[in-house]
Nanobody, 122 residues
Framework: QVQLVESGGGLVQDGGSLRLSCTAS????????MGWFRQAPGKEREFVAA????????YYADSVKGRFTISRDNAKNTVYLQMNSLKPEDTAVYYC???????????????WGQGTQVTVSS
């Protein structure tokens, strides 16, 4: 079983920056595509960003393009989400997820972290 642990959330002012980290247990992290999702109060969980196993491909929700950057360090089993120019509407619990192709094929998010709170004050 893979465990994902997020860190780096907190309270920041409008226009500020935060960097989230998600560290995975296990020896096959480099096989996983990784993603970040978020869920605001009263809303459904939504996709934020994803990165391929090699880091060569990245994908972003339109709402965060140009402000957020996803990256990974396979040697550290860690994926990052650099968030700049934060807005109050970015306030949410942020979750990382792993797509392990050995579990149900590629394209499904098989493992989830417990989430980290990001609050952006106006």
């Amino acid at each position: 079983q893979v465990q994902l642990v997020e860190s780096g959330g907190g309270l920041v002012q409008d226009g500020g920056s935060l960097r989230l980290s998600c560290t995975a247990s296990g020896r096959t992290f480099s096989n996983y595509a990784m993603g970040w999702f978020r869920q605001a109060p009263g809303k459904e969980r939504e996709f934020v960003a994803a990165i391929s196993w090699s880091g060569g491909s990245t994908y972003y929700a339109d709402s965060v393009k140009g402000r957020f950057t996803i990256s990974r360090d396979n040697a550290k089993n860690t994926v990052y989400l650099q968030m700049n120019s934060l807005k109050p509407e970015d306030t949410a619990v942020y979750y990382c997820a792993a797509d392990d192709p050995a579990v149900a094929g590629a394209g499904t998010w098989d493992y989830w972290g417990q989430g980290t709170q990001v609050t952006v004050s106006s």
